[in-house]
């Protein structure tokens, strides 16, 4: 059995597979990180690997637990990966968005794929069908364009993210929902049909902490995987195990 931990922000995402298999998934803050490793240790005390992804800080002492207890794996971008990356600058490359490619090449090989990771920021990573990554673009996300429009003028109110009644907003907080929201959308959707002008058969896949807000109001058509990136930890720990 694999423990995958993702850690984010402001939350840690853990999930036991065994094989492929997510057999259940927890989120807690990272002081309670180390609680709850111990609660599935003793549920699943099968667990013999782990692999972390941390884009958030995470103690010393932690990741000392971890690997005293399971074979660690620590996701940099020394890994080895199951895809060839052709990012100009590899050691800048997000380990989420490795571990999103990741998922991607294990289940859709040979496949043009487009990721679109829906969360703090917006970033978009593609993969070729001969499992080359070529990179992507990074954008602001839901939380952050609300965030912006308070922090950086004088009077626009922090607003709740909410779907827009209308394209045209018939008030500030209408208009503020109007151009947060649908202009998401009209970049999504606008970046697929640019994708699609050049990869006839293109796939894409929408995950992130947003995504199931946004994929029903998307006009192109999507797979929507809220675990595609605990997905693809996984395999990155059965691919460096396999080696």
């Known amino acids: 059995m694999n423990l995958v931990i993702d850690v984010g922000n402001s939350f840690v995402k853990l999930a036991v597979f065994e094989g492929t298999t997510p057999l259940t998934k927890k989120t807690v803050k990272p002081e309670y990180i180390l609680k709850q490793v111990d609660l599935l240790r003793n549920e699943y005390p099968l667990i013999q690997r782990a692999i972390i992804s941390s884009v958030g800080s995470l103690k010393r002492t932690d990741i000392a637990y971890l690997n005293n207890h ?4 620590q996701l940099d ?3 080895k990966l199951p895809f060839k990356n052709r990012y ?4 800048t490359l997000g380990i989420d968005r490795i571990a999103l490619v990741s998922a991607s090449v294990h289940q859709y090989p040979n496949s043009d794929v487009l990721i679109i ?15 080359e ?7 602001p996300g839901i939380r952050m364009r609300y965030q912006s429009l308070n922090n950086l003028t004088a009077k626009l109110p922090l607003l709740e993210t ?4 209308s394209l045209i907003g018939n008030s500030t907080n209408s208009s503020i929902h109007s151009g947060v929201v ?3 959308l009209k970049e999504i959707d606008g970046i697929i049909e640019e994708y ?30 809220s675990n595609f990136l605990l997905e693809g930890l996984n395999y990155i720990l059965q691919f460096n195990s396999n080696e």
């Open 70 to 73: 399971f074979n660690l794996i």
């Open 77 to 79: 971008s020394s890994t």
């Open 88 to 91: 100009e600058t590899p050691k």
């Open 117 to 131: 990771d829906v969360g703090t920021c917006i970033t978009y990573d593609f993969v070729t069908s001969k499992n």
């Open 133 to 139: 990554y070529l990179g992507g673009a990074i954008s």
């Open 162 to 165: 909410e779907t827009p009644q």
């Open 182 to 184: 649908f202009g998401i």
């Open 196 to 225: 699609q002008l050049k990869y006839k058969d293109l796939t894409v896949i929408l995950t992130g902490g947003d995504a199931n807000f946004l994929s029903k109001q998307l006009k192109s058509s999507i797979f929507a995987n």
